[in-house]
């Protein structure tokens, strides 16, 4: 294990990925974890994060105390890197002077860090006040314009440190120089998928023991999908899936659930076909967030239902979530599960029925996630699926949700993503939503008649993580492409529209 020391940066997460990238463990504790409950983690090297531009910032966080002294090879990053200059007998100027940016590095020894990299690197920096002079023994390593000692190291000590970023991808040689720590800490690369999965495949296996048993809701995404891959492993048939159809997904889903996901994995699963249910629940229904509370709730009805169906067979314990790392540091980090009652990601559950949590995935970021699904042999459709609504089809059709118009959207949705797909962008773009405008229409001419016909949006967007987005520049010809093959193939659809809004002001989807 590497524990990332998170200093409160926004990059912390993000060094954990790259050590994971170097295929070593990593996990991230807050800086205020005491530094005996660091060590009876066993880590093979420390990272300090970045945090405040400077030690001398209002509010700078300390060093664990005896951090420096556990013996434990230690790599600062940025405020890391002032904090052990201080630490360790260094100096940090308060030179007001701040670098924000890119920075060409000028390396004058290459010593570990930078061994077989070029002299000169551009790396991205963020801070104030600066080291001046190394702790004794250091070397210097590389300086800028504006930072005499950008780099040092004592190998024999095992503690090394940057000024700039190595995680982010704007410092040219930053995953190199951040290897080569973890090398010379003798840090092994065997984070490899298939060790993740037998780890959570025995981890599950201890925390539900011999007899429990597990239910599990299937939503079509990949996070509940491979989470419950992962279950199955463990313990086999004590595993019961339920998939709640609603009827607003996308063309092929349900089957991929029904069949290629229970074909790969073998996992008990209930189906239930709901989708009569909440077409009834939602006739005539035109405002977006009634359409939203109509299917949340008629959602825990029905899974609700089956739970109760399944303990009637004997009692069920466990409840597995998709929970992944970034909720996990989010809301404040901590290993190990709690008892609580548990009211989300399913979809909601009665505040009667206690559960304890199985999340196989807690230590596993989004990406990981998808590597593992692929691992488990999990459906390529599935484990690939772009971010989708739990609403589904719902909020995408302004106004009411029928069967008819669910089959229009359906088709036109479907040639959208496959003419995307064929085109290669499936990574370049976040999400493309189509959405029917069910209650406009407009006039056209097909062949030798008019039509009067309803109109579909595109709306392809690129986003980091969906709070921002902006609109994607989809070349003109696969637009094309997708507009001459849904005015064709589907009768009702008369008119295709781009949405060409960014998010803020527009949202994602339009309800
Ligand atoms: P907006 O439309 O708010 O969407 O920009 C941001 C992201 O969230 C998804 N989304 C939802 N996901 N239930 C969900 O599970 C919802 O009610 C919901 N509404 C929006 C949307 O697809 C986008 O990825």
Same mark, same amino acid.
Do not use: K
């Given at each position: 294990t590497v524990l990332v020391v998170d200093f409160g940066a926004q990059y912390a997460q993000l060094i954990a990925r790259r050590v994971r990238e170097c295929h070593v463990y990593s996990e991230i504790v807050p800086s205020t974890m005491p530094v005996e409950e660091m060590m009876a983690k066993k880590p093979k090297a420390i990272i300090l994060s970045g945090g405040?531009?400077? %030690?001398?910032? +209002?509010?700078?966080p300390p060093v664990p105390r005896g951090l420096f002294e556990t013996g434990v090879p230690t790599f600062g990053i940025c405020y890391g890197f002032q904090a052990m200059a201080q630490a360790l007998g260094g100096t940090v100027a308060r030179t007001g002077v701040a670098e924000y940016g890119g920075t060409r590095l000028e390396v004058s020894r290459e010593g570990v /860090? *930078?061994?077989?990299?070029?002299?000169e690197q551009s790396v991205w920096m963020s801070h104030g006040?600066? %080291?001046s002079a190394a702790p004794e023994g250091f070397d210097v390593t590389a300086f800028t314009p504006e930072t005499p000692v950008a780099a040092f190291e004592h190998p024999v000590k095992g503690l090394y440190g940057v000024q *700039?970023?190595? +995680?982010? /991808?704007?410092? +040219?040689h930053g995953q190199s120089v951040l290897k080569h720590f973890l090398d010379a800490a003798g840090c092994r690369p065997s984070w490899t998928m298939l060790n993740i999965v037998e780890e959570a495949v025995e981890a599950v296996r201890a925390q539900i023991g011999p007899e429990g048993r597990a239910i599990c809701g299937l939503s079509g995404g990949v996070d509940s999908a491979v989470a419950a891959a992962i279950v199955q492993r463990a313990i086999g048939d004590r595993l019961t899936c339920v998939f709640v159809d609603h009827g607003l997904l996308r063309k092929g889903e349900a089957e991929q659930v029904e069949r290629d996901f229970v074909a790969a994995t073998g996992v008990k699963l209930r189906v239930v076909d709901a989708a009569d249910r909440f077409l009834k629940a939602l006739d005539g229904v035109t405002d977006p967030e009634e359409k939203r509370k109509i299917i949340g709730r008629e959602f825990i009805r029905v899974f609700e239902d089956e739970q109760r169906a399944i303990i009637a067979d004997g009692p069920v314990d466990f409840l597995v979530q998709g929970t992944l790392y970034p909720d996990v540091v989010e809301s404040g980090g901590g290993t190990g599960t709690a008892n609580i009652k548990s009211h989300h990601n399913v979809g909601g559950l009665p505040d009667d029925l206690q559960f304890q949590l199985v999340e196989p /995935?807690?230590?596993? *970021?989004k990406d990981e996630v998808r590597r593992a699904g692929e691992e488990l042999g999990l459906p390529a459709a599935m484990v690939w699926r772009q971010p989708f609504p739990g609403p589904g089809l719902g909020i995408r059709i302004v106004g009411a949700v029928s069967r008819e118009r669910l089959e229009i959207l359906r088709e036109a949705d479907a040639i959208a993503r496959e003419e995307l797909s064929r085109a290669g962008l499936d990574r370049e773009i976040w999400q493309c939503p189509v959405v029917l405008l069910a209650d406009v229409r407009s006039v056209g001419v097909q062949g030798d008649g008019r039509t009067y016909g309803h109109p579909v949006v595109l709306r392809p967007v690129s986003s980091e993580d969906a709070m921002t987005a902006d609109w994607s520049r989809v070349p003109y010809d696969v637009l094309a492409r997708i507009s001459t093959r849904i005015t064709n193939e589907v009768r009702e659809v008369n008119r295709v529209v781009l949405d060409v809004t960014s998010k803020p002001p527009g949202t994602i989807e339009w309800e």
């Open positions: 405040p531009s400077s %030690v001398y910032a +209002e509010g700078a /860090l *930078f061994a077989g990299l070029p002299a006040d600066s %080291v *700039f970023h190595p +995680e982010v /991808l704007h410092s +040219e /995935l807690r230590a596993l *970021f």
